[in-house]
């Protein structure tokens, strides 16, 4: 098991909703170092230069469902039954809750629920290839070149969920950034699940062991028996600790935050609220069955449980691969058998994962009142070819596909942007995917033109794009 401790712990200040140039004026003389927070008031001084003005929320969370290896928009939610054989797909199309759209059959439940979502239709950017476009969804920024071989560095930008919790960090006592269930790859580590050049006190609480499991649990939130907080708040002692359970070994030089990292770690020890937030056994059964005993079932679950206690950004990973020979695990990239099952694998596994799942989700934020306030992404980092290949499978495809966003401010029932055709191109609306990161910003309450620095200390926007204001109600 591995976990990381990198959240915000409770801040020395007010706790009250300011915008970052009012926090800035208001408190930067009476922090001082900051320590806690790893901060100083060198930076605080420099951040203050480059605070932009507010943006009125209308979200305090974002789940990300992250549906890794590229879900074909043909096949779920921009089906083309006009279109020629060998683009339309072979499943058949369903009537929703909405009257705009129709559904893949394999997916009743899910449409149900389409009243309550807007699909955007026409997301796109240009890479190709699975750790760059995925890099490029995680993050909202372009890599440097299309490579399958793009390795995670300190040059590359940091997750949403870091930038949220560098810019607007919680002051509740939970982290603001969560991921779980896996470190997702391709191969090597794919980037964008972490802090970058933001430092390691922005990491993400990483969470690798499965909500499922019957032993799941965070057993580094149990000090062990030889060891109390007051021995614990020896730097030493913290490092000894970290060290030997989290097995980091990724420290360097260029590894900012330690001081934060210690600090976070020791909070979280002895935090019942961090433990509570985390214990689905607190659940009862029936929810828990409601929503699958699976890993990506009991993920949807823990993500309801993490945002109605305050935790401002999570990413919920659907598989921890792209996909492969298995017809009951792996992410949604169908072509790796190279023969003709890609219809049964998404038949057998991927439709009826998303069928058991997203709907349960949705509507259980919708029944607790928390849906409004929280803002669901369920994407992809790419599409599928129109044209179906030879093995009855379709390819990647960035250049269109569709985003399916719930709750959060968004509008209901709604589509934005519309496909050609056999939906290889946007023919209306297009969304570049710097717009949909500046979206989901927007809808925090945090302005998508917000500079950081990097570690050259050149400014950089958080977004690239603009949001898209007609998404929201």
Known sequence: MNFDFHHRTASPLSGQPVSPAEYLRRDVLRIGGLGLLGLNSARLLQAQEQAVEPVAATANSIVFLYQFGGPSHGDTFDLKPDAPSGVRSHFSGIASSCPEIRVCEHLPETAKVMGKVTLVRTVHHAMKNHNSASYNALTGHAPPVDDIRLRDSLDLFPAYGSVVDYLAPNTNGMPTFVAYPYTIRDGSITPGQRASFLGKGHDPLLITEDPASPEFKLPELSLPANLNVERLRNRREIQKLVNSQTKLLDFSAEAQGLDAYYERALAMLNSSQVREAFDLTQEPDSVRQKYGMTTYGQSCLLARRLIERGVKFVNAYFSSSIGGQSMTSGG????????????????????????????????????????????????????????????????????????????????????????????????????????????????LGINPATEVRDRLNRPLPIAVGRPVMELFA
Request: aromatic share 12%; hydrophobic share 40%.
């Open 332 to 443: 949604w990239d169908t072509h790796g058998f190279n023969d003709t099952r890609m219809y049964p694998i998404l038949k057998a596994w991927h439709l009826p994962m998303t069928e058991h799942t997203l709907p349960v989700f949705l509507n259980d934020l919708d029944e607790r009142g928390l849906l409004d306030e929280t803002l669901v992404v369920w994407m992809g980092e790419f599409g599928r070819t129109p044209k179906i290949n030879a093995n009855i499978s379709r390819d990647h495809w960035p250049q269109c596909y569709t985003v399916l966003l719930a709750g959060g401010g968004i509008k209901r029932g709604f589509v934005y942007g519309r496909s050609d055709k056999q939906g290889a191109y946007p023919d209306r609306d297009p969304v570049p995917i710097g717009d949909l990161a500046a979206t989901m910003f927007q809808a």
